[in-house]
T-cell receptor, first 113, second 117 residues
Framework: AQSVTQPDIHITVSEGASLELRCNYS??????LFWYVQSPGQGLQLLLK??????LVQGIKGFEAEFKRSQSSFNLRKPSVHWSDAAEYFC???????????FGAGTTVTVRA | GAVVSQHPSRVICKSGTSVKIECRSL??????MFWYRQFPKQSLMLMAT?????????EQGVEKDKFLINHASLTLSTLTVTSAHPEDSSFYIC?????????????FGPGTRLTVT
């Protein structure tokens, strides 16, 4: 069965420091990959997505992610975090033959001053 | 563009009553909408896929008679929680696919917080 793993439940990072959130998926073919962010009590906002092509994807709010087929990973990065980046981050996968999204458990990011 | 709204944003109801949550795509047509449930500090769990003009497809373990889904138009899907009980209290989020796009992207609504007393 397809699955998405976000190994880090909670990450604390200092404002201005870099951030990397890990995501690994289990699927036979290359799926469609997404990163979403959720602020407390809110819906999800798409940060970026990968369907094909360049494996380094640029998103909104200064985020980027790199697809590595050999590692079945799609890690999210930001060079310098802002206090407003404190939120819950979800990696999601859509198998190429299905429109359903499979979500990882999420990573909570706390930003300290 | 690609805005999805949900109404209400918060609702409190008494145990045994029914609650209807609306999900609307405001600037696009959505033949497919999805309903998710999210418990505190947890991920989103897909409950069902709602297809315009046909019956919803429920995920394993989701009671179709308890969570009634209707997708009567290309811009509106509703989720009715029937005979609600405190264990139904949760955050319900809908999403929609743009009928005019071939991408797999889903656009999410802001969610509805249901509290059953």
């Amino acid at each position: 069965a397809q699955s998405v793993t976000q190994p880090d439940i909670h990450i604390t990072v200092s404002e201005g420091a870099s951030l990397e959130l890990r995501c690994n998926y289990s699927y036979g073919a290359t799926p469609y990959l997404f990163w979403y962010v959720q602020s407390p009590g809110q819906g999800l906002q798409l940060l970026l997505k990968y369907f094909s092509g360049d494996t380094l994807v640029q998103g909104i709010k200064g985020f980027e992610a790199e697809f590595k087929r050999s590692q079945s990973s799609f890690n999210l990065r930001k060079p310098s975090v802002h206090w407003s980046d404190a939120a819950e981050y979800f990696c999601a996968v859509a198998p190429s033959n299905d429109y359903k999204l499979i979500f990882g458990a999420g990573t909570t990011v706390t930003v300290r001053a | 563009g690609a805005v999805v709204s949900q109404h209400p944003s918060r609702v409190i109801c008494k145990s045994g009553t029914s609650v209807k949550i609306e999900c609307r795509s405001l600037d696009f047509q959505a033949t497919t909408m999805f309903w998710y449930r999210q418990f505190p500090k947890q991920s989103l769990m897909l409950m069902a896929t709602s297809n315009e003009g046909s019956k919803a497809t429920y995920e394993q373990g989701v009671e179709k008679d308890k969570f009634l889904i209707n997708h009567a138009s290309l811009t509106l899907s509703t989720l009715t929680v029937t005979s609600a009980h405190p264990e139904d209290s949760s955050f319900y989020i809908c999403s929609a696919r743009d009928h005019g796009q071939t991408s797999y992207e889903q656009y999410f609504g802001p969610g509805t917080r249901l509290t059953v007393t």
